[in-house]
């Protein structure tokens, strides 16, 4: 943290009683935590130009480059704006009142134009940081309401945020954790296959429907591998035995506990190593499950909640199994509801998006901010860093050196 030092000396340094002159022998020192509001600073530059007397030639120093041209407003408060908006989820109403008691009178309107200019700079990052995500082996997706407003009507209707998550670093992998958002018209499985591109490896879900068309052998980039989430089949009995307190849905619920007892002992673990422990250790577990799935489901009636319950499960059943076959695989697809958990502060602050225009950009600004928290990142000073980068006009082949995790400043503890 920043610190500012004041050093208090007494009104004199001479001795009160014989009149010596006092020497230094040690410090008191007390700490205290202040804080200054935000501030709007006006930087002028300045370029003298000169003559020379001789050959009359004028010459003065070179402006330098700026990642954004032609405009008065600098890329740290396009930093901060952004980080408010994307990261704090202010609306810009709120942030422009914000100013205003700084002195700085800025219309949101000219917020919102700001924020489409630094969204456009920083689009090619988050392409590079999409292509990046889709070459991995395996990655969790979902999907969450995100309310668009419908300019013309003034209706509000519901569209959708896809993201895609990846996190290894419960079996230790080498590949950086990220999340990217994407924002649709619709939750039609159609935008989730668009989103994903060419991935074609193993792909961590919900029980959806709209998932199952990319399992098709027809799929232009080849069929994905569906493992499923135990997360949602155990909500379902908990939620049962909370509301009903019936003793089967609490024994199908023990023994769902016993294989999530397992997968936190190996957390952190390679993934040789959980996979060792999961065919020794959980294999069993999950076949005494499906049994006694098997023979409830023969004494209850189909359509009731229990029914219902064990019909979700057993419909997924090898969808839920991948996790034994695949150490990389979790057990449930909670990386990505966790990182899809900010979508419900904006919905409550924010309230839609203005239009889709808004909600694409959004989606490329969520996507680096969250990816910065997964790498405990401060999102400011990762946009500042990009920018002074985007000003040295580097090539967008190398625009994968600007990814989150390779940011050399702002660094603060990592949240997992």
């Known amino acids: 943290m920043p610190r500012a030092l004041e050093v208090h000396e007494p009104p004199s340094t001479s001795c009160d009683y014989c009149g010596c002159q006092a020497t230094v022998i040690g410090v008191q020192i007390v700490e205290k935590v202040g804080f200054r509001p935000a501030r709007v600073v006006v930087t002028e530059q300045r370029f003298p130009k000169y003559k020379c007397p001789g050959c009359k030639t004028v010459f003065q120093a070179k402006v330098p480059d700026q990642a954004f041209d032609f405009t008065k407003y600098g890329p740290e408060l396009r930093a901060g704006i952004a980080t408010s908006k994307f990261a704090d989820f202010l609306p810009l109403f709120r942030i422009e009142q ?89 939750r039609a499985g159609e935008h989730g296959e668009r989103f994903l591109g060419d991935f074609r490896e193993v792909l961590q879900v919900d029980g959806f429907p709209g ?94 909640i229990l029914g219902e319950a064990i019909s979700y499960t057993l419909n997924l059943w090898d969808g839920l199994l991948v996790f034994l076959s695949d150490g990389r695989v979790e057990m449930d697809n909670n990386p990505v509801e966790n990182a899809i958990r900010p979508i419900a502060l904006l919905r409550k602050n924010a309230l839609f998006a203005g239009s889709e225009v808004g909600g694409r950009n959004w989606a490329i600004m969520a996507s680096l901010v969250g990816t910065c928290k997964l790498h405990g990142v401060e999102p400011y000073t990762y946009f500042t860093w990009v920018f002074e980068q985007l000003a040295k006009k580097l090539p967008r082949s190398e625009y994968h050196r600007l990814m989150p995790w390779n940011c050399p400043k702002g660094r603060y503890k990592a949240k997992d």
């Open 98 to 186: 914000i100013f205003e008691r700084s002195g700085a009178k800025i219309h949101r309107g000219t917020l919102s134009r700001l924020m489409t200019s630094t969204v456009e700079a920083l689009k090619p990052v988050y392409e590079a940081l999409l292509e990046d995500v889709r070459a991995s082996g395996k990655l969790h997706m979902d999907e969450t309401i995100m309310p668009q407003f419908v300019p013309g009507n003034g209706k509000v209707r519901n569209c959708y945020a896809w993201a895609l998550c990846r996190d290894d670093r419960r079996w230790l992998g080498n590949l950086p954790a990220a999340v990217v958002f994407d924002f649709a018209q619709s």
């Open 211 to 304: 998932y199952n068309r990319l399992t098709s052998e027809g799929r232009p980039n080849g069929p994905i591998k569906l493992a499923y989430c135990w997360s949602h089949v155990r909500r379902r009995f908990h939620q049962l035995w909370l509301s009903t307190k019936s003793m089967a849905a609490k024994h199908l619920l023990d023994q769902i506990n016993a294989m999530y007892g397992i997968e936190q002992r190996i957390a952190g673990t390679p993934a040789s190593h959980r996979l060792s422990v999961r065919k020794r250790e959980t294999a069993p577990l999950a076949a005494e499950l499906k049994s006694s799935l098997e023979q409830t489901a023969a004494s209850i009636a189909t359509k009731s």
